[in-house]
């Protein structure tokens, strides 16, 4: 048991120098503030009125506009502005409103109630403002059409923007569940990614650090390289994971504040599987770029050195963005049983409900291998590159003379 | 007791170590002297598993060392390292702990050798604040911290300055008499030949020279012979036989000669010339030694 006792020295070095370090709590206060910035501000700025304004050629145009904003603030609240304000200015002919239109004094034109002129098509802001007259109009023809039965503009509104049709999914639970579960889904892919490439460079230039001013060789002396190896992913994954815990802890606080938006309800299963997944690939990753690391012997090769572990887990996220839209797909189902991009994958695809349970247990078993294989490795790799200075250490070499 | 026994290492075509041998008792102070290149760094790493011997064994107490082991000895390296930002006491204390002492050991160490060092007030600086010589005063405490029974240091005292070395040949003396066994590596002979009993000559990978200073010296089939005379010293040589090397210096002149030359005769005829001011005949020095084993 000595040898845990000594990984965990190691450890809590790492854990009370990083801790203490001025780039430590900067990144932490930073990721704090850009989460509540992300948060706030557009509580602060983005929740007031769409305000446009729109010329009108003709006639029959007035009722589209009022439409318009009756369908657009149909869901508002009560106590809140409404989303949506337009403004109708008049023109006597449609060459008048043409150049009010270039010169930017309103923002599209109706014509008759049957033509809309704009700048362009395109664009996210005006093309649903585009769409939103559209289905104003489209909403003024079937009030006309059906005028005789006696339905009254206000049931239309209605109508049209309720959802009237329940929805059912195949996956068993109800559809706001499995809404959540691909929100955590998401979220945990985000943290895990940006875990690898923030706490994984970390523990490179950590181990890299370590070589360039020569302690490495004190410490080799008495303890062996899996126990530092071992203690520095311990304490920079502790760190790593407090400062995860705090930026969302921060982030849900900051939620339920602001009600920015609805926090859907999570099951515990969801979080646990994310959780053994997270913690599955941030190791099988850390241990990499430690080894890595152990091969050059200045800071400024490190990033060059981490570019395969860094390209990996770039493609491990975008497989499990593709994964999202299609869990069950040849893509998703493929990288399930690779050891680096499992642990993207798996989550989602388990989040989804979309991978059966021998893939599942599969892809845990590939991975828990693979760190397992990968540890040995890594471990070889980085006691045998450890002690050789100079330029960069080929692999073989490293693995050559590692003491074994 | 540490043995190392035979051991031969090659680096590719580098052939670092041919037939490498010593042994250091407790409670004696071995000089590891050999020219830039010999082997010294590799056979010290050796003893610390730091590599792996093609042949050959290293012992502690008759037996192959063990991880365990590493925990009772302690090594400066001849890179020197330690942490830049960390404070001096947090970084001894911590080298303590690996080596498995308590806390509060570890901590009252650090103090005490920190003090003894001259820096009790340089404790909560960090490394990179210290000038060079007192980085290396840490980085030897850093071998000392744990009370080691065995001590391996790799030239500890190059680049300082003579109080500096005269503290560290306390502390190395101390060491040794208070029963650790001690081996060190130098370039400086004077200094090695005032401190240890016991040298080890490594040339080439191989150990060529090995036993206690004195019974070298005694045993040696050279002799050092310096005299100064008034005018040019260079014309007596003629008269002396078994000449290995001279050198003259003014009006003073040193020369190797074989142990057997007759240097009663020798004097005799210098003093006829009637002019001789000084005159020495030893045993060698141990650089004279060193010279000779490397050559």
């Known amino acids: 048991m000595t040898g845990f006792r000594t990984l965990w020295q190691v450890a809590l070095r790492e854990i009370t120098e990083r801790a203490r370090s001025k780039a430590y709590l900067l990144t932490t206060g930073l990721t704090i503030l850009i989460v509540l910035g992300l948060i706030v501000v557009p509580d602060l700025f983005g929740s007031g009125t769409t305000e446009r304004t729109v010329g009108s050629v003709g006639s029959g145009n007035d009722v589209i506009i009022s439409t318009a904003v009756d369908l657009g603030n149909a869901n508002d609240e009560p106590d809140d502005p409404p989303s949506i304000a337009l403004e109708m200015v008049a023109f006597d002919d449609r060459g008048t409103a043409m150049s009010a239109l270039e010169a930017g004094e309103v923002d599209a034109v109706l014509v008759d109630g049957e033509e809309i002129i704009v700048e362009s098509v395109g664009g996210f802001a005006g093309s649903s403002f585009v769409d939103g007259l559209q289905r104003a109009a489209g909403t003024v023809q079937i009030q006309s059409v059906i005028a005789e039965e006696g339905e009254t503009a206000t049931n239309i509104i209605q109508i049209l923007t309720s959802d009237p049709l329940e929805i059912t999914t195949l996956s068993r639970g109800d559809p706001e569940e499995s809404e959540s579960r691909t929100m955590v889904a998401y979220f945990g892919l985000l943290l895990l990614y940006l875990a690898v490439l923030l706490y994984g460079t970390w523990i490179l230039t950590g181990v890299t650090e370590e070589k360039s001013n020569r302690v490495v060789e004190v410490l080799l002396s008495s303890v062996r390289p899996w126990q530092i190896l071992g203690g520095k992913i311990l304490g920079i994954g502790s760190l790593a994971i407090v400062q995860l815990l705090g930026t969302i802890v921060v982030a849900l606080i900051a939620l339920r504040v602001t009600g920015a938006f609805d926090l859907p309800p999570v099951e515990v299963g969801t979080v646990l599987n994310l959780l053994l997944w997270f913690v599955i690939g941030f190791l099988i990753f850390a241990v990499l770029f430690g080894a890595a690391g152990s091969l050059v012997s200045r800071t400024e090769d490190a990033n060059t050195i981490a570019m395969p572990m860094s390209m990996t887990a770039v493609v491990g996220f975008f497989v499990s963005i593709t994964a999202l839209n299609d869990p069950d797909g040849v893509v998703a189902t493929v990288f399930t049983f690779v050891p680096l991009t499992a642990p993207f994958v798996v989550p989602v695809r388990t989040a989804l409900q979309a991978i059966p349970l021998w893939q599942y247990l599969a892809a845990v078993v590939i991975s828990a291998i693979a760190l397992a294989v990968f540890t040995v490795i890594a471990g070889r790799i980085y006691s045998g590159g450890l002690l050789r200075y100079g330029g960069r250490v080929r692999l073989r070499e490293a693995w050559r003379s590692a003491a074994g | ?295």
Not at chain 2, 27 to 41: D, E, S, V
Not at chain 2, 97 to 113: I, N, Q, T
Request: proline residues 4%.
């Open chain 2, 1 to 295: 007791m540490l043995r190392v026994q035979d051991l031969h290492k090659s680096f590719g075509a580098v052939r670092a170590l041919t037939g490498c041998s010593f042994e250091v008792a407790r409670g004696h102070m071995l000089g590891f002297l050999g020219p830039n290149g010999a082997g010294k760094t590799t056979a010290m790493r050796t003893v610390f598993r730091l590599l792996k011997p093609d042949s050959g064994t290293v012992t502690w107490d008759g037996e192959p060392i063990r991880p365990d082991d590493l925990l009772r000895f302690g090594y400066m390296p001849e890179q020197r390292g330690l942490y830049p930002k960390m404070r001096s006491s947090d970084q001894l204390a911590y080298l303590g702990r690996l080596h498995g002492m308590s806390k509060s050991d570890a901590r009252e160490s650090a103090v005490f050798w920190l003090n003894r060092f001259g820096l009790g007030d340089r404790v909560d600086d960090a490394v990179e604040a210290l000038s060079h010589g007192n980085q290396q005063r840490v980085q030897l405490a850093a071998a000392l911290i744990h009370d080691p029974e065995l001590l391996v240091l790799d030239e500890p005292f190059s680049g300082l300055d003579p109080i500096a070395v005269e503290t560290m040949s306390e502390v190395l003396r101390e060491q040794a008499a208070a029963g650790k066994a001690v081996v060190f590596s130098s370039h400086q002979l004077d200094l090695v030949e005032d401190l240890c009993e016991d040298v080890a000559i490594i040339n080439a990978g191989e150990v060529v020279v090995n036993g206690k200073v004195e019974a070298l010296k005694d045993s040696a089939p050279i002799r050092h012979l310096e005299l100064e005379v008034d005018g040019d010293p260079s014309t007596l040589v003629g008269f002396l036989d078994g000449v290995q090397r001279t050198q003259t210096n003014g009006q003073r002149l040193t020369a190797i000669i074989s142990a057997d030359t007759d240097v009663r005769g020798f004097i005799a005829h210098v003093q006829e010339q009637g002019n001789l001011r000084h005159f020495t005949y030893t045993t060698p020095s141990l650089s004279d030694l060193f010279r000779e084993a490397v050559r």
